[in-house]
Nanobody
Framework: QVQLVESGGGLVQAGESLRLSCAAS????????MGWYRQAPGKQRELVAT???????SYADSVSGRFTISRDNVKNTLYLQMNSLRPEETAVYYC??????????WGQGTQVTVSS
């Protein structure tokens, strides 16, 4: 049974950093694309970053250069390092397994709040 547990969210001031973690259960973590989405109040979900099996990274234009996605296939954990956070990035951040693929699965999300 797949389980994704996000952690690391919280309240920070604009310009500060946070690192999100996503602990994944199951044996397929290392053989699928992982990523992070976010959803701000009243807005559609936005794809933030993805990392493929081979380590290819992709970022939304709005976070490129400030956010870094990474994965530890031994620990079955996905990370999102977020620097220079902005108030408009206040959202619930979701860890997603197998993005856009059969078996896509979402975590419960972790709240990130950035105060101005």
């Amino acid at each position: 049974q797949v389980q994704l547990v996000e952690s690391g969210g919280g309240l920070v001031q604009a310009g500060e950093s946070l690192r999100l973690s996503c602990a994944a259960s199951g044996s397929t973590f290392s053989i699928t694309t992982m990523g992070w989405y976010r959803q701000a109040p009243g807005k559609q979900r936005e794809l933030v970053a993805t990392i493929t099996i081979g380590g290819t990274l992709s970022y939304a234009d709005s976070v490129s250069g400030r956010f870094t996605i990474s994965r530890d296939n031994v620990k079955n954990t996905l990370y999102l390092q977020m620097n220079s956070l902005r108030p408009e990035e206040t959202a619930v951040y979701y860890c997603v397994k197998s993005i856009g693929l059969p078996g896509e699965f979402w975590g419960q999300g972790t709240q990130v709040t950035v105060s101005s």
